[in-house]
């Protein structure tokens, strides 16, 4: 498939002239295919901003989710070294150039923040932005998919409260879980550090790692099904 042979060339380098977007783009679009959601490359395309191509890929969300309304996350990929604040600001510059609620910045490695001591490690949320690990050498899409389906349940659980609908989902229930998927996705990197660090202990550290990828696929699945909008019936008029 496409996505296997960008993930063959990602895994040889960037010297060879894969860019990082490229890289991102099809983890995103495999993601969104499963949530019927659109994913749309937009980083050379100017936004509602003049001049301004800020926002390298939209999420546009399933409308049968969201009772028809617009609901948007801009992602930005980043494979260059720069500050935490420049990335934040750059994502907020995103969201209006691209009209979405939430941002989520994707970059390349644990380091590329300059001014975060203990590195990023694989999730950090910031309110309507988040910022995650997608290794280009390790090819892991954990924290990718965790921080999309995060982003999304928050736009959902953010329309519920708009249309006064608090009802129709545990609301409790849901921030609770999205506490819980960032404690373990924390816990998640640490216990995969430890991979690289003792050889000894690599299959009793694989077997947590697979076990916590494991929890967090049933935990985000949980968060899904409770913000989760029934989908509209079809009308007889068009």
Known sequence: SAKTATKI?????????????DIVFPELESIASILGDTC???????????NDKRGDFLIKLNPSQ???????????AKDKEMYLNALLEELGGAMKNRGAGLAVGVISGKNIIKDVNSGIRNMRDY?????????KEEYDSIALEISY?????????????????????????ANILIDEISKKLSSFSLIK??????SSTISETQTQIDNMKSELSERIEDLLSIVKIPEEKSDAKH
């Open 9 to 21: 060339e990602a895994q040889k380098g960037t010297k060879k002239g894969i860019e990082y977007q």
């Open 40 to 50: 749309l490359p937009t980083g050379n395309m100017q936004g509602t901003i003049l």
């Open 66 to 76: 969201t009772g028809g309304a617009d609901l948007r996350i801009v992602f930005e």
């Open 127 to 135: 309110n309507d932005k988040t910022i995650c690990v997608f290794d």
């Open 149 to 173: 389906k995060l982003a999304r349940s928050k736009l959902l659980l953010g329309l519920k409260a708009k249309e006064m609908k608090s009802d129709a989902i545990d609301i409790v229930k």
């Open 193 to 198: 550090g430890n991979l690289t660090k003792v």
